[in-house]
């Protein structure tokens, strides 16, 4: 795509013209950086977009950023360009001092949105890996200089890692590199002591068997156990007590998931969101309360039955499927999250040819809100682009 081309020639050239690259990233609120404050203690070199540009030379100056593949450098240096994008969000002024709560996530989000609104990263499978794999550095560049925090660093480790299962580009080593050249692109005072808590991450990762790709779990069930917390062994295979599989379906209104479980799950009872509100005559735009009532009720029945059945609903936000997965593992059902992805102008086509279509300005708020699944949540996870 000419984007990323455009990405990959900024990330390989000799030198960064800031001049070119700015103008293209005005989509992004780039601008705003510069007027976004930073805490000195932290931060002497002043506003958020002095520190990027000085992370962004820091990243290119690593020994082990140049031998990286094209794909890659483009990914890591997009990142860096963004990695303190929700920062322009996020900042306030609490007693005195400049702070910015959250900004990972927010950026992150805020990267999504505007990758794949306006740079059409969307709809391909090459396009999907390669914006998760931006927002997934950007989620978790600050990560590195915390992880030996973390109650149970080495199985956060892998948790992350296993992000490489769907966004193959993604790795702790190139994590590791982006919060060297964050570390490394500001001035204060805990330099050192933040270098050294990076290297003890990659050293951490590397130990647990994931820095360059995912923790080879025996099998899914074995890896969905270990990842959600239960108190096993990563590599031990475990005895699996489910009866069947639970289909759950997420994506925006338009991505084709109706006609995706009539050609993969044919015959397959579903409980589907749009069927209900129907039924309900409600609209996509009030209140969903009802109908997920309604919903959870019929999956329920199916459930007590052990009868396996597909939801179908959009389900973009984690918190959202996580409470599903946890009500439909409490019953002892497998679950696969299938994602589906379309081209932006597709989807509008598609979603206005649809009864009871959902409004523009309501699909617009759920891409806001997005989070495609990962690995963890779940004993498969696909992403489909249709």
């Known amino acids: 795509m000419a984007w990323i081309e455009s990405i990959t020639q900024w990330a390989c050239a000799e030198a960064i013209e800031w001049g070119m690259i700015e103008p293209l990233l005005t989509s992004f609120g780039f601008s705003q950086m510069e007027k976004t404050p930073q805490n000195p203690v932290y931060h002497g070199e002043g506003d958020v977009l002095a520190h990027t540009r000085m992370v962004c030379g820091e990243l290119k100056a690593l020994p082990a950023f140049r031998p990286l593949p094209e794909r890659q450098k483009a990914a890591l240096f997009l990142a ?23 900004h990972a996530a927010a950026g992150s989000q805020l990267a999504r949105t505007v990758l794949w609104q306006d740079h059409g990263l969307c709809g391909t499978a090459e396009a999907l890996r390669f914006r998760e794999t931006v927002c997934s550095l950007i989620r978790y560049h600050m990560l590195p200089m915390h992880l030996m925090e973390q109650e149970d660093a080495e199985r956060r480790a892998r948790q992350i890692a296993a992000i490489g299962a769907l966004a193959p580009d993604f790795s702790w080593h190139l994590l590791c590199l982006l919060a060297e050249a964050d570390v490394k692109g500001r001035i204060a005072g805990d ?33 969905h156990a270990y990842l959600s917390g239960r108190n096993v062994q990563p590599d031990q295979a475990l005895y699996d007590d489910t009866w069947g599989e639970v289909v759950m379906m997420a994506g925006l209104p338009g991505t084709g998931k109706d006609t995706w479980i009539r050609d993969h799950l044919p ?21 969903q309360g009802p109908v997920v009532q309604a919903a959870q009720e019929r999956a329920r029945a199916f459930l007590r039955r052990k009868q396996p059945f597909v939801w179908n609903g959009t389900c973009l936000a ?30 509008i086509r598609r979603n206005g040819g649809r009864n009871g279509a959902v409004p523009e300005s309501v699909i617009g708020r759920m891409l806001s809100k997005t989070v495609p699944p990962l690995p963890d949540e779940a004993q498969a996870v696909i992403w489909a682009c249709t």
């Open 80 to 102: 860096a360009l963004l990695h303190d994008l929700g920062k322009t969000k996020t900042t306030r002024l609490e007693s005195g001092v400049w702070v910015s709560p959250r």
């Open 191 to 223: 330099t050192e002591e933040c270098l050294a808590q990076v290297r003890l991450c990659r050293l951490l990762a590397e130990d647990a068997g994931c820095l360059d790709q995912p923790y080879p779990f025996p099998d899914a069930f074995a890896k």
């Open 267 to 287: 015959g397959l009872p579903a409980v589907s969101m749009d069927d209900i509100r129907r039924e309900m005559h409600i609209s996509p735009a009030d209140n």
């Open 318 to 347: 984690r918190d959202t499927r996580q409470k599903l997965i946890g009500m439909f593992e409490r019953y002892h059902a497998r679950v696969r999250i299938v994602y589906l992805e379309t081209d932006w102008e597709q989807r």
